[in-house]
T-cell receptor, first 107, second 116 residues
Framework: TQLLEQSPQFLSIQEGENLTVYCNSSSVFSSLQWYRQEPGEGPVLLVTVVTGGEVKKLKRLTFQFGDARKDSSLHITAAQPGDTGLYLCKQGGKLIFGQGTELSVKP | GAGVSQSPSNKVTEKGKDVELRCDPISGHTALYWYRQSLGQGLEFLIYFQGNSAPDKSGLPSDRFSAERTGGSVSTLTIQRTQQEDSAVYLC??????????????FGEGSRLTVL
């Protein structure tokens, strides 16, 4: 079973700061998905990346897939309290999620 | 329905009792998943159904846990002789493109189980 390691596990920042969270594996991803889970809700898909080196942007969120397809990052610019939540990565077509990064953005 | 529906949203039970959690997936979705999420933790895979194939039960933590999916639609997760460590949020998801690299999982809001 491929393990997905996410870091950091917890992140608490002030509104307006930038941040990056990571998802890594020792094996090659076929594709990678990022989900966000807000308190009391189920996770919601943010993006799927497929091609090594791919960069996708979703408003203030930038997703990058490593050239070797073994890692991915999520960068948030000028974080807002609405970004608070649990960020999870998952290999496309597989069943296992990473343990997540719990992000708290304080006003 | 428009989304994945789970019931009950909250369940409080006494240690040793059996509980049933229900999931109604998005109409037409062939794949259904159950995950467990303990407080402050990520998602723990439990079981996966795809169409008429035998379910993948590799994530079930003990033989007290079982699940069925009737008619390829509604699923019930049953926990027998509940223990305090079973307390968690149980999340159900469905998808229409199982096994494909870009298939999106659609989640319900979960059933919060508390075992006293």
């Amino acid at each position: 079973t491929q393990l997905l390691e996410q870091s950091p596990q917890f992140l608490s920042i002030q509104e307006g700061e930038n941040l990056t969270v990571y998802c890594n594996s020792s094996s090659v991803f076929s594709s990678l998905q990022w989900y966000r889970q807000e308190p009391g809700e189920g996770p919601v898909l943010l993006v799927t990346v497929v091609t090594g080196g791919e960069v996708k942007k979703l408003k203030r969120l930038t997703f990058q897939f490593g050239d070797a397809r073994k890692d991915s990052s999520l960068h948030i610019t000028a974080a807002q309290p609405g970004d608070t939540g649990l960020y999870l990565c998952k290999q496309g077509g597989k069943l296992i999620f990473g343990q997540g990064t719990e992000l708290s953005v304080k006003p | 329905g428009a989304g994945v529906s789970q019931s009950p949203s909250n369940k409080v039970t006494e240690k040793g009792k059996d509980v049933e959690l229900r999931c109604d997936p998005i109409s037409g979705h062939t794949a259904l998943y159950w995950y467990r999420q303990s407080l402050g933790q990520g998602l723990e895979f439990l079981i996966y159904f795809q169409g008429n194939s035998a379910p993948d039960k590799s994530g079930l933590p003990s033989d007290r846990f079982s699940a069925e999916r009737t008619g390829g639609s509604v699923s019930t997760l049953t926990i027998q002789r509940t223990q305090q460590e079973d307390s968690a949020v149980y999340l159900c998801a469905s998808s229409s493109r199982t096994g494909e690299l870009t298939g999106e999982l659609f989640f319900g809001e979960g059933s919060r189980l508390t075992v006293l």
